[in-house]
T-cell receptor, first 115, second 116 residues
Framework: KAGVTQTPRYLIKTRGQQVTLSCSPI?????VSWYQQTPGQGLQFLFE???????NKGNFPGRFSGRQFSNSRSEMNVSTLELGDSALYLC??????????????FGPGTRLTVL | SQQGEEDPQALSIQEGENATMNCSYK?????LQWYRQNSGRGLVHLIL?????REKHSGRLRVTLDTSKKSSSLLITASRAADTASYFC????????????????FGKGTLLTVNP
């Protein structure tokens, strides 16, 4: 089975621009989560989608948004980019709706640099 | 906020030695997972231990969980240079209403360096 894929792998943007990142989960997985990783804050949860519905959202401003399509693929959008948005953005998928047996599998990440 | 806190922050050992990393967390959990990350790449899932389990093995990995102390440890035996990476614990928290919060909360990680 193919793993979680993320595109693009690297991205350079300037302040004020917006960006869209894409994630394709493992086949059959219906849950997709997004995380931001920075040296200062570590790994932080952005949001989680299951069957096209957002079930949980982390403590990020409204500039960060996401959506999930009927084929479980997900996109994340960041508008009005700031320098502090430079980070590795990781997508993860899992099969079930959460709980004791639920493993999250991560993609390789998108490295976003904001200049 | 960080739920898990790994200890130590950095660990340097020689090949063949064992490496032990610890993780503490604050709230009740469904499960605890350990991940490995090589230098800015994606996270690789290592092992998941459920809240009703106390110990789990996978190859050279041994994970323990003590829910009374809200802590876990990851032991890597007979380490290799290829084990050099950052290791993170992540918890799937149990909300007051039961079920899942549908997210993992990560610690800051332990940077393990295995010298040849």
């Amino acid at each position: 089975k193919a793993g979680v894929t993320q595109t693009p792998r690297y991205l350079i943007k300037t302040r004020g621009q917006q960006v869209t990142l894409s994630c394709s989960p493992i086949s059959g997985h219906r849950s997709v989560s997004w995380y931001q990783q920075t040296p200062g804050q570590g790994l932080q949860f952005l949001f989680e989608y299951f069957s096209e519905t957002q079930r949980n959202k982390g403590n990020f401003p409204g500039r960060f948004s996401g959506r999930q399509f009927s084929n479980s693929r997900s996109e994340m959008n960041v508008s009005t980019l700031e320098l502090g948005d430079s980070a590795l953005y990781l997508c993860a998928s899992r099969f079930t709706s959460g709980g004791a047996l639920d493993t999250q599998y991560f993609g390789p990440g998108t490295r976003l640099t904001v200049l | 906020s960080q739920q898990g806190e790994e200890d130590p922050q950095a660990l340097s050992i020689q090949e063949g030695e064992n490496a032990t990393m610890n993780c503490s967390y604050k709230t009740s959990i469904n499960n605890l997972q350990w991940y490995r990350q090589n230098s800015g790449r994606g996270l690789v899932h290592l092992i998941l231990i459920r809240s009703n389990e106390r110990e789990k093995h996978s190859g050279r990995l041994r994970v323990t969980l003590d829910t009374s102390k809200k802590s876990s440890s990851l032991l890597i035996t007979a380490s290799r240079a290829a084990d050099t990476a950052s290791y993170f614990c992540a918890t799937d928290q149990l909300p007051n209403s039961g079920g899942s919060n549908y997210k993992l909360t990560f610690g800051k990680g332990t940077l393990l360096t295995v010298n040849p």
